[in-house]
């Protein structure tokens, strides 16, 4: 923790992390983790409210400020609204130390980002003290559970970028530009020994950072499982680069990685296991062990729901134990729904990672239990996960008990009251989907949704909706579909609605292939290797079925 001599005569290359600790605290503490590893030779400052008694906090929290380039203000749903013992609202006490902390970096012209934690509404003037009026104003980022790999690269990226004009450089990856469909890959790459032409996953793989090495191979070797006989030498090849990664936690996440690829077919899992375990407990960073252990914990339940189920109880961070626990229990939830829903309730103060859980619970029981799945989707207390798993209930059931129709009125109703729009629209398509076989009127939940979407101000959150509905309407609309995929002028989110709308075509559509040249040819003209790996990973998966050798 810096205090004020420790922060004296710093330059200013810093990050300050603002928070709440009721509503950010866990974001907040895997993200000065994570800085270390992107951005390594920046200070990160944070918990600053903890200052050593005799020690003027408003004199430290400036003196960190200003030793700072960039503020990052985490802005949980209670942020603007928690109060204090005596029942008055935090924000309008200018001692309050997070509202300090944000306004002494708005009169110091710091740069802040403000960034809405799962789910948070974005900011109104009318909510703030005049002081902090202007936090409104600016452009915020999204932090999020279910896309937290996309949203703090996002925001690690950014980072880079605001800081590089210091150092003269970057530290790491840069954000996918807009790109051009026309800038394909070099067609001189060559291989190593000069023979002959690289393949586009080769090159991209030979040239990502090396932790994103294992993952990209593992990924591309899974989708390829039952058909590609190259399968074992692109796990070969996973296995040797996650070995050969120096830092702890990225080594143990590869081979956590590549044994899930593996799970199915290969008995030999067990040993990475272990390995992957056993490097994840040798960490000494608390929260760089806790990461990898999640992942960990993830991947053994399907094969040793007994020590996955142990794995949690050495994770020291509350949020990343909750991570832990409900990815066990959706691996458990086909096989053992008993002990996956005990795990599921076991889960406490996190909400959504709870209710994430339990729709898959509720979606394998469907079948063959649908009372309990019903119960289990009607406990769930987060708005759009209930509905997502009433909707899953009543679609497995649609053939056998129409009664349960009743379950996707439910579920549209509470769709509807939803007021974030991302969950909105995709809540909306979810439940136009499990509709697609029984009720025509699905088409004015789509549109709907489309237009929740189209008036999405976050770029991210508007494609990555626009892309699930595209998917959704291939069935029915599929001209409409087209033309949302053709809307996009980013090589990246092009690629992406037209795999979904081809693998949502696959068994029905013969001009499927069409679109899924088109998918590749948008992906090769992504700029940004790490972005291309995953829009072909992607359309690798919707390939894998029809075309195992392409």
Same mark, same amino acid.
Not at 330 to 335: F, I, K, P, V
Not at 385 to 402: F, S
């Given at each position: ?430 439940? @136009? +989907?499990? %509709? #697609?076989?029984? $009720?025509?009127?699905?088409? &004015?939940? !789509?549109? =709907? /949704?489309? *237009? ?49 709308? @081809? +693998?949502? %075509? #696959?068994?029905? $559509?013969?001009?499927?292939? &069409?679109? !899924?040249? =088109? /998918?590749? *040819? ?29």
């Amino acid at each position: 923790m810096p205090f004020l001599g420790e922060v004296a005569g710093l330059p200013s290359r810093g990050i300050f992390l603002s928070y709440r600790r009721e509503d950010a605290a866990p974001y907040a503490r895997l993200l000065q983790f994570q800085l270390r590893e992107r951005v390594p030779d920046a200070r990160v400052f944070m918990d600053l409210d903890s200052i050593e008694p005799g020690l003027d906090f408003a004199e430290v929290i400036r003196e960190a400020i200003d030793s700072c380039t960039v503020l990052v203000a985490l802005i949980g749903r209670q942020w603007a609204t928690l109060t204090d013992a005596e029942g008055r609202r935090r924000l309008d006490n200018p001692d309050d130390f997070v509202r300090f902390e944000v306004q002494a970096a708005l009169e110091r012209g710091v740069r802040v980002i403000p960034v809405l934690v799962d789910g948070a509404r974005p900011l109104q003037q009318e909510q703030l003290p005049s002081e902090l009026q202007k936090l409104a104003r600016l452009n915020a980022l999204e932090l999020s559970y279910g896309r937290y790999e996309y949203d703090a690269d996002r925001l690690f990226n950014l980072l880079q970028r605001v800081l590089a004009p210091e150092s003269g450089t970057t530290t790491g990856r840069q954000s996918p530009p807009a790109t051009n469909v026309e800038a394909f890959a070099d067609p001189h790459d060559v291989r190593p020994d000069g023979n002959a032409q690289l393949t586009e996953t080769e090159r991209i793989t030979q040239s990502s950072i090396d932790e994103e090495k294992p993952s990209a191979l593992a990924d591309v070797a899974a989708a390829a499982a039952a058909t590609d006989r190259d399968r074992a030498r692109l796990i070969a090849d996973a296995e040797r680069i996650a070995r050969s990664i120096t830092y702890s936690g990225h080594k143990a996440s590869g081979l956590a990685e590549i044994a899930g690829a593996l799970a199915a077919t290969d008995p030999d899992r067990a040993r990475l296991i272990a390995d992957a375990e056993r490097i994840a407990q040798s960490i000494t960073d608390d929260g760089e062990k806790d990461s990898a252990l999640r992942q960990v914990a993830g991947v053994l339940a399907a094969t040793d729901p007994d020590r996955a189920e142990r794995i949690p109880q050495s994770i020291t961070n509350d949020f990343l134990k909750a991570l832990a626990l409900a990815a066990i229990a959706g691996s458990l939830a086909a096989t053992d729904p008993n002990r996956a829903e005990r795990i599921a309730q076991s889960i406490t103060n996190y909400d959504r990672e709870k209710a994430t859980a339990l729709v898959e619970i509720a979606g394998a029981l469907a079948a063959t239990d649908p009372d309990r799945a019903e119960r289990i989707a009607q406990s769930i207390t987060d708005e759009d996960r209930k509905a997502r798993a009433l909707a899953g209930v009543a679609k497995a059931l649609a053939a056998t008990d129409p009664d349960r129709a009743r379950l996707l009125a439910d579920a549209e109703r509470i769709a509807q009251s939803i007021t974030y729009d991302y969950e909105k629209a995709s809540t909306l398509t979810v439940i @136009a +989907g499990a %509709l #697609a076989a029984t $009720d025509p009127d699905r088409a &004015r939940l !789509l549109a =709907d /949704a489309e *237009r929740i979407a189209q008036s999405m101000t976050s770029d991210h959150l508007k494609a990555t909706a626009l892309v699930e509905i595209a998917g959704a309407l291939a069935a029915t609309d599929p001209e409409r579909a087209r033309l949302i995929a053709q809307s996009f002028t980013d090589g990246y989110w092009k690629a992406c609605a037209l795999a979904a709308i @081809a +693998g949502s %075509l #696959a068994a029905t $559509d013969p001009d499927r292939a &069409r679109l !899924l040249a =088109d /998918a590749e *040819r948008f992906a090769q003209s992504v700029i940004e290797d790490s972005w291309k790996v995953s829009a072909l990973v992607e359309i690798a998966g919707a390939l894998a079925a029809t075309d195992p050798g392409r």
